[in-house]
């Protein structure tokens, strides 16, 4: 749409109890590691094609239904997990799973740094950034690289 220079990198969280957008998203980057070295947007088509086509093989219900303080994000299935993915895949980011105490912790700082009465399902991206820096942050985050995460639900009494 020309409203942004560069579109930034994309990441999805689940939590650690169900997590079947994250399992998508590795299946579909391993065929893209796996059949083409050089990935490009060329094979992430293919890849995404062929999971389109082969559907089961990528996304499927959890086994056994979780539990989490973020209950908004226990998708069963994601329906739209291919564009989902595509998009992760294609802005060269990722999928992350958090644990109950990342998503505890962040819900509580995302509330007292923002005075935002955001729900745990809302500021689940928040522990996904908090779980993506705590893995080598020099290695993945660029010098100047700016952040945004998205609080999207409100807490309710």
């Known amino acids: 749409m020309g409203i942004i220079a560069k579109v930034p990198r994309i990441f999805v969280v689940q939590t650690k109890g169900g997590y079947p957008l994250v399992r998508a998203y590795d299946a579909v980057e391993a065929r893209v590691r796996r059949r083409y070295p050089e990935a490009g947007d060329a094979a992430i088509d293919e890849a995404l094609h062929y999971a389109a086509a082969h559907r089961a093989e990528f996304m499927w219900p959890w086994e056994a239904e979780p539990k989490s303080v973020a209950h908004g994000i226990l998708d069963d299935e994601t329906y739209d997990w291919l564009a989902v993915v595509g998009a992760a895949l294609r802005s060269h980011g990722g999928a992350i799973v958090a644990n109950e105490e990342r998503l505890v912790r962040a819900n509580e700082v995302a ?5 935002i009465p955001v729900d ?4 689940a991206g928040l522990a996904g950034l908090m779980e993506y820096a705590s893995h080598a942050p020099e290695v993945r985050f660029r010098l100047g690289e700016a952040v945004a995460v998205i609080f999207s639900g409100v807490e309710r009494s």
Do not use: K
């Open 111 to 115: 509330n007292a740094a923002t005075g």
């Open 120 to 123: 745990a399902t809302g500021s």
